[in-house]
């Protein structure tokens, strides 16, 4: 075997070592990412459900914690974020045409080394609906 053939696999080798932790640390960063807005997503979904839900049971005495259960379900388990207490209010009153709203704090933390302690995602969603 001629000897530069030989000396270009260590080369290789080498390029390779010093190239693969950035190129797997930008691949879970783009994971990480995806599971964020996956959090934002189901949250946004369940803020939506408890609004639409409140629209129909607001009559009902004990509508806010309907409503923050509805929520609390729908959200479920969202991976490494923080979910904060449901808000929901009736800012004009609870009469038919008055609307509901629904929020949902969430704070999402990223689990990528470089990132975790550094930055977050707000996954928080807020949604304002009439009554029926």
């Known amino acids: 075997m001629p000897r ?19 190129l797997a640390l930008i691949l879970f960063a783009i994971i990480d990412f995806g599971l964020g807005l996956n959090a934002r997503i189901q949250v ?11 629209t129909i049971v607001w009559a009902e005495p004990n ?18 974020a923080h979910l904060g207490a449901v808000e929901v209010a009736f800012p004009e009153g609870r009469y038919p045409g008055a609307s509901v709203e629904v929020g949902l704090p969430c ?26």
Do not use: D
């Open 44 to 54: 946004a979904n369940a803020v939506r459900e408890g609004a639409r839900l409140g």
């Open 4 to 22: 530069g053939a030989r000396g270009e696999q260590g080369q290789t080798l080498v390029e390779m070592a010093l190239a693969l932790p950035l």
């Open 63 to 80: 509508a806010e914690e309907i409503i923050a259960q509805r929520v609390l379900q729908r959200a479920g388990a969202v991976v490494n």
């Open 107 to 132: 704070r999402y933390n990223f689990l990528v080394p470089g990132l975790s302690g550094i930055a977050h995602l707000s996954c928080s969603s807020r949604a304002i609906m009439r009554l029926e």
